[in-house]
């Protein structure tokens, strides 16, 4: 049999592993940042009848620069930032890994380098890859998984990277990074840039709308290679829609669109999208619901003696553990699966419904008391 070693695969890629979580059939899944609700039944309705009417032109191409829909994500960013864009300076595509794929193709490749700070969203190492970009990992602080700005500025002053990244939310840990450290970072990639062009610096907002801090977005202002990455995948619970946008100055938008493949978001997608969109007030309300539930789980998990990170995303991360795949093992034995992303001693629970939560909560305090009861009374415990 063939294996993959056998093929003429280039030589970055040999070796690695491709993106995943593990899914399990359980009670109980809490290890995809997921938004637990479904959509309601008058947005599915509303799809039904958006898709509807799109099927009768799918012998046609769909519209190829997503117009009408780039302008109701503009003005969902605007109602919902205060920060007015227009449709020029959204894009969207396939999902937020698109977009991020759109942003190394144009900007990064084969010679040049991206730079991120792990534990990060490890797509961003996984799409450079992919695009024969050099990537570059610097380190979050141990402590508390921020970016220490000054340490962070001296690493891109020397690594002078072509794309730097800046996850806010940041996924796993959900820590979010200030808008002066953003700057401060924009600022040294600039001038440590090769080239006179600058360097192309993208924050990565996947989970902003469940920040307690407002959106990045209107850093954008006068920085032509700032670029902020969004998805509706989480807060608008359409992970299965695919659809990721970005916002920008128009020309970096216009430049993205030199990379695209013809016709890359179908009219079926635009359709969906849009439908989302209309009811994006009753979505967000699910939002405050999963916000409320994350502050709670927090609360608990600190009761329980464990450490938790400080959370603005729809997830927590929490430890720590000498052995944390045991206590993994222990919750998914009482039918809960959460993440264990391999940050050490550290890992990470999606926020779910109220009940799925309690249900997590139970096979935590279970899961703690067993493997203390089966430790070393010389070993540490969380």
């Not at 969109?277 to 609360?299: I, M």
């Amino acid at each position: 049999m063939t294996r993959i070693d056998d093929l003429p695969l280039r030589d970055e890629l040999r070796g690695k592993t491709p993106y995943g979580a593990p899914q399990l059939d359980v009670p109980v899944r809490l290890n995809t940042n997921e938004n637990p609700y479904p959509l309601p039944d008058a947005l599915v309705r509303r799809i039904a009848e958006r898709v509807s009417d799109a099927a009768r032109g799918l012998n046609r191409y769909p519209d190829r620069d997503a117009v009408e829909l780039r302008t109701a994500l503009a003005g969902y960013l605007t109602q919902t930032t205060g920060y007015a864009v227009g449709p020029r300076q959204v894009w969207a595509a396939n999902g937020s890994n698109e977009i991020l794929q759109q942003l190394l193709q144009a900007f990064g490749g084969p010679g040049r380098t991206a730079l991120g700070f792990d534990p990060s969203y490890s797509m961003h190492a996984l799409i450079a890859r992919g695009t024969g970009t050099g990537w570059v990992s610097g380190a979050r602080d141990e402590a508390d998984f921020t970016i220490d700005e000054p340490a962070a500025v001296e690493f891109v002053t020397a690594h002078r990277p072509d794309v730097l990244f800046i996850c806010s939310p940041n996924n796993p840990t959900g820590t979010a990074v200030e808008p002066d450290t953003v700057l401060a970072l924009y600022d040294a990639a600039q001038r440590a840039a090769k080239g006179r062009h600058g360097a192309l610096v993208v924050v990565d907002e996947a989970y902003a709308e469940f920040s307690h801090r407002p959106s990045l977005l209107p850093l954008i202002e006068g920085r032509p290679n700032l670029v902020l990455s969004r998805t509706m995948s989480k807060a608008f619970g359409a992970a299965g829609l695919r659809l990721g946008y970005l916002a920008a100055d128009p020309a970096l938008v216009d430049a993205v669109q030199l990379v695209r493949l013809p016709y890359h978001l179908s009219a079926v997608t635009q359709a969906t999208a849009h439908a989302a969109l209309e009811f994006a007030p009753t979505l967000l309300g699910y939002v405050q619901e999963l916000k409320s539930e994350r502050d709670r789980l927090v609360r608990e998990l600190r009761a329980m003696g464990l450490d938790v990170t400080e959370s603005d995303a729809n997830f927590i991360q929490f430890g720590s553990f000498a052995d944390p795949h045991a206590f993994w093992e222990k919750v998914l034995e009482h039918g809960v699966l959460i993440r264990d992303n391999g940050v050490p001693g550290r890992l990470r629970v999606s926020v779910g419904t109220p009940a799925e939560n309690d249900t997590f909560l139970e096979a935590a305090r279970a899961a703690l008391k067993e493997t203390q009861a089966a430790a070393p009374e010389s070993e540490e415990r969380p």
